[in-house]
């Protein structure tokens, strides 16, 4: 069961998932979603990180990934180091209007956690599954781009912006993904 949420190989493409502590929905504010998109833009062109698809939805992300180099662990701690350091910066910055209950909720998570020393933002496991065969690949694409769709935001894929599904529509998106043939 160990290997079963681990990064085990290190050609492998993953589905990822990660979550904010609490499922606190955070990235309702564009100043947060473009931290992430930029964080994950960097990644891509200094760290070697390839992305197909991903998804930034109000309190969690999806990804098909892999890493072209480096260990795609390695990428993904970083990736979630740098994000939570900078929205929990710009949530004491500007005039969040729930500042003090994020906060709170996240110095308390930090508390219960010995890896952290003050904050926790995103949950600790980043639940990769290996996908083995383009079956696979091509499901997880379909479910990262229906997210939106499902959670009633958009009523077609293409729409949502914050999301991969308008690269595959012919158009660009945020993000630099590599599309999957």
């Known amino acids: 069961m160990e290997g079963k949420h681990k990064f085990s190989n290190p050609e ?29 833009n960097y990644c891509i062109e200094k760290k070697g990180l390839s992305v197909y698809s991903w998804v930034l939805m109000s309190n969690h992300v999806h990804l098909v990934a892999r890493a072209e180099k480096g260990n795609l ?24 209007s729930r500042s003090r209950w994020m906060l709170f909720l996240f110095k308390e998570a930090g508390a219960r956690n ?8 995103w949950q600790q496991d980043n639940h990769p599954v290996e996908l083995s065969s383009n079956e696979m ?4 694409i379909e479910y990262i781009h229906q997210n939106p769709v499902t959670n009633g ?12 599904a308008i690269d595959y529509c012919g158009e660009r998106g945020l993000v630099r993904i590599t599309l999957m043939e």
Do not use: A, C
């Not at 993953?14 to 964080?39: K, L």
């Open 12 to 40: 492998g493409i993953y589905f990822i998932t990660f979550s904010v502590i609490g499922w606190i929905d955070i990235f309702t504010r564009n100043r947060y979603r473009e931290i992430f998109v930029d964080s994950l």
């Open 153 to 164: 935001i958009v009523s077609s894929p293409e729409h949502y912006v914050y999301s991969s």
């Open 137 to 140: 690949i091509d499901q997880k």
């Open 114 to 121: 010995s890896n952290n020393k003050d904050f926790q933002f």
């Open 73 to 96: 662990s390695d990428i993904m701690r970083d990736l979630k180091r740098h994000t939570s350091k900078t929205i929990l910066k710009n949530i004491n910055k500007v005039g969040e």
